[in-house]
């Protein structure tokens, strides 16, 4: 089944602790991209990759750092979480070439204190 | 200037009735994509339809339509026969064609489906 899954799908943290929220997809989709959600503001890019080791900042990139070493993964890295950062993160991959649908991960829903 | 826009956070309708939500839309990209997605309280993203814009057809897919008004730069997604089960948030989004091709997204109209 194709899909994209995230890693933990909820998780509730203290303020500077480091984590990492996994991403990964089964459809060897060259573009992946990390969203938040926050209430009001609809979803925002955070950053996005058009390939592997290819990574670019989107609207909100601040206190967030990715990686992508592999084509199907796509971690997203919080070093020092602070409490703004708690939100609904959302995985999203596609093709490339494409403007039609990215696939979303079940979401992850972050808590820091 | 917002991107997408959508004017109403919440709607009510009733059961079996039709309901428009309305998106308008900003981009100078003359290759772009619009989509709607659902996200009930579960919070996942459920994609719903998609119209690319040089589709000459409005999308439709199942009880779900998209009102494609190129001229306007509007999307407006009909819901035909509401059902309580199509409670949710609905959001508009649009992905250009060119740049960082990031999903733009409206915020979102709450649709409530009265019984």
């Known amino acids: ?113 | 200037a917002q991107k997408i826009t959508q004017t109403q956070p919440g709607m009510f309708v009733q059961e079996k009735e039709a309901v428009t939500l309305d998106c308008t839309y900003d981009t100078s990209d003359p290759s772009y994509g619009l989509f709607w997605y659902k996200q009930p309280s579960s919070g996942e993203m459920i994609f719903l339809i998609y119209q690319g814009s040089y589709d000459q057809q409005n999308a439709t897919e199942g009880r779900y339509s998209l009102n494609f008004q190129k001229a306007r730069k509007s999307a407006n997604l009909v819901i035909s026969a509401s059902q309580l089960g199509d409670s949710a948030m609905y959001f508009c989004a649009m992905r250009e064609g060119t740049g960082r091709r990031a999903l733009t997204f409206g915020s979102g109209t709450r649709l409530q489906v009265q019984p």
């Not at chain 1, 670019?56 to 703004?84: A, C, H, M, Q, T």
């Not at chain 1, 093709?95 to 204190?113: A, I, Y």
């Open chain 1, 1 to 113: 089944e194709a899909q994209v899954t995230q890693n933990p799908r909820y998780l509730i943290t203290v303020t500077g602790k480091k984590l990492t929220v996994t991403c990964s997809q089964n459809m060897n989709h060259e573009y992946m991209s990390w969203y938040r959600q926050d209430p009001g503001l609809g979803l925002r890019q955070i950053y996005y990759s058009m390939n592997v080791e290819v990574t670019d900042k989107g609207d909100v990139p601040e206190g967030y750092k990715v990686s992508r070493k592999e084509k199907r993964n796509f971690p997203l890295i919080l070093e020092s979480p602070s409490p703004n950062q708690t939100s609904l993160y959302f995985c999203a991959s596609s093709w490339e070439g494409s403007v039609n649908e990215q696939f979303f991960g079940p979401g992850t829903r972050l808590t820091v204190l």
